[in-house]
């Protein structure tokens, strides 16, 4: 009988035919970029706005008349820089729109229009979008968009970020406490420690996001330290500080003076310590002391304690002067509080 | 207005047996107004409805007859044929009519078409390629047409790019055959391309890849048996084939009688293979 003959499509062709499929439907729409009239960009009255100075203002001329405020004038001078650089280069990324009527909604790229305007053009590239894009979509894009962007304050950050969390919170129905660090640092394509800041300032209160809208703490890391410290009298002395101009040094030390305050509590927010070494600790370690009258006094203050004080009878034997009794002693007492208190 | 393109770079794979039974199935069948466009030079599509000249300055090229509604004496700056090449030349196009009332015929125009398959430079094939799109964007052709069944040259020229560049949807025919799935694997690069520049509201819906020519034998099963178990290939496999029938052949010839799949009785076995091919693709035009 004939060998029967067996037939495959090779590996190498099928793994074409299946990419091909797949980058088919991941990238549809991807490459769509069209030249659009500049008169037909109108912003998206639910996104916050970057700039005071509007298209409007430069369409009617305001900027050569002289009518501009002072703000509206510092923000056409940093814009010119932009549109000398359109006018001999032409935009490098094309700005992201959605059709919205006739006209179109702008995504991002508000800088970049009124920049090409100034250039003197009268369209610009500009990606179109099928719909307006998610909240969660639209922040994402608006934080890829102004990373590069040096001026953007800490809190216009947080801000994007904020609507970023949110956004992907309500699209996803995850519940507050799964907006991670770790999903924070994926989402945004930043390190770890960079996500971790970002996010304890997030959850940071009130008075800490007054004063970075204040733009009284503008550095994210102080801003994160600040944010994780409970205790009332410490966090006031690091906002002084902070606001005074300390460095994140001084910052941290103020912090760390929690350790030895015994009213401090200490933050359940976990954070990188660079100060932590060795092994993670298993049980409490009791240490050592030469001083005899400390351990007498923590010995005397169990026994006032209502709970305790017929123990007073069974220590009357401690040698207060030999090391060896009292050490022998004072780990009685432990066996003894750790079989009564849990 | 639908546009059905069938593509494939590898020749004899069935394009333009497709097309011809395509537009006689939404003409004759489903008495919509069709109109067939051939963008391949060899003019086989055109040569079925009409009494194409071989053109002696252009070997082995064949040109459209003289219109129908050509009057000599009055269109004075008309030298009376059309063809779709004409796009590319910026001049007016009038469709033939044909034997079936439904469809209308925009036929091949070899040594023209040549010219536009042999554009080279970037900025030309750019205005080859929207051409066509162009075209079917005239509210008159809108109007006057259901749906258009283009068919192309076995190539990745201009022509074929700028049918892609038009179509709203796509069938690939395909042998069971090493070849044939290189050309598959071709051609799927093309829509893909299409595909990125596309929205959502105007996108190239690839109807499938449609097993043509199928024959009992090991290596046709295993390799349909492969396509349909490949991730996101196995969902543009059409589920029905075509199986390689003497008679597909036989209505091709010049002067056949009968000259269409669907003059054949309904019981017919090729007739119900294909018309089940026929329907699910218009099941997925029409929605």
């Known amino acids: ?342 | 207005m639908k546009i059905i393109v069938t593509a494939t770079h590898k020749g004899g794979e069935g394009k333009t047996t497709n097309c011809i039974i395509l537009a006689e199935y939404f003409a004759m069948v489903m008495k919509k107004k069709v109109l067939a466009i051939d963008l391949d030079p060899q003019a086989n599509f055109s040569g079925r409805y009409l009494s194409m000249s071989y053109d002696p300055t252009y070997q082995g090229g064949k040109f459209p007859p003289l219109h129908p509604d050509y009057d000599a004496a009055t269109d004075l700056d008309w030298d009376g044929r059309s063809t779709i090449a004409d796009i590319f030349y910026g001049v007016p196009l009038i469709p033939y009519p044909t034997l079936i009332p439904e469809l209308d015929l925009l036929p091949a125009y070899s040594s023209k078409l040549q010219d536009a398959e042999a554009v080279t430079k970037s900025e030309v094939t750019e205005k080859v390629h929207v051409q066509l799109k162009k075209f079917f964007d005239f509210p008159e052709v809108r109007q006057e047409y259901d749906i258009i069944i283009i068919d192309t040259p076995p190539s990745k020229g201009p022509l074929t790019i700028s049918a892609v560049k038009a179509a709203t949807h796509m069938v690939i025919p395909s042998q069971m055959e090493q070849f044939s799935i290189e050309g598959i694997y071709g051609m799927l690069q093309l829509w893909k391309q299409e595909a990125y520049s596309r929205g959502a509201t105007n996108s190239l819906e690839l109807i499938g890849i449609l097993p043509n020519q199928v024959r009992d034998i090991n290596l046709h099963k295993s390799f349909l048996e492969s396509l349909k178990n490949m991730k996101g290939v196995s969902d543009y496999v059409m589920p029905f084939v075509i199986k390689k029938r003497a008679v597909y052949a036989e209505l091709l010839v010049e002067g056949a009688n009968p000259k269409m799949l669907f003059e054949l009785p309904a019981n017919n076995i090729a007739r119900q293979e294909y018309e089940i091919v026929c329907k699910h693709i218009a099941e997925r035009v029409y929605g």
């Open chain 1, 1 to 342: 009988m004939a060998k029967r003959k067996i037939f495959r499509i090779s590996q190498a062709l099928t793994q074409g035919l299946e990419e091909t499929v797949n980058a088919a439907h991941n990238y549809s729409g991807s490459l769509r970029v069209e030249v659009i009239p500049l008169t037909k960009i109108e912003l998206d009255p639910e996104n916050p706005r970057s700039l005071t100075l509007t298209l409007t203002d430069l369409i009617n001329g305001y900027h050569q008349q002289g009518s501009l405020d002072h703000k509206r004038k510092q923000e056409l001078e940093s814009l010119k820089s932009l549109a000398e650089s359109i006018k001999n280069e032409g935009i490098l990324n094309p700005i992201i729109v959605y059709r919205y009527g006739d006209n179109y909604r702008l995504v991002a790229g508000e800088r970049r229009t009124l920049a090409s305007f100034l250039a003197g053009k009268t369209d610009v590239q500009a990606k179109i979008l099928d719909s307006k894009p998610s909240e969660y979509k639209l922040a994402l894009l608006q934080w890829i968009e102004n990373i590069e962007r040096e001026d953007l304050t800490l809190w216009e950050k947080i801000c994007n970020l904020d609507k970023l969390a949110q956004g992907y919170i309500s699209g996803s129905n995850l519940s507050e406490d799964a907006f991670t660090p770790t999903l924070l640092s994926s989402l945004i394509g930043c390190s770890l420690p960079h996500a971790m800041n970002y996010h304890a300032v997030l959850l940071a209160d009130e008075e800490i996001k007054n004063l970075i809208k204040e733009n009284k703490i503008k550095n994210l890391e102080k801003a994160a330290l600040i944010a994780k410290i409970d205790a009332t009298k410490l966090r006031k002395k690091a906002i002084n500080a902070c606001i005074q101009g300390a460095p994140l040094k001084e910052l941290k030390a103020i912090c760390n003076q929690k350790k030895t305050n015994a009213s401090a509590s200490i933050t359940t927010t976990p954070h990188i310590n660079k100060e932590t070494r060795g092994r993670a600790a298993t049980r409490i370690n009791l240490g050592a002391t030469k001083n005899t009258a400390a351990i007498k006094f923590i010995f005397n203050t169990v026994f006032d304690s209502e709970k305790y004080s017929k123990l007073k009878d069974n220590f009357q034997g401690v040698n207060w002067d030999d090391y060896k009794s009292v050490s022998g002693a004072f780990k009685e007492l432990v066996k003894i509080l750790e079989k009564n208190e849990e």
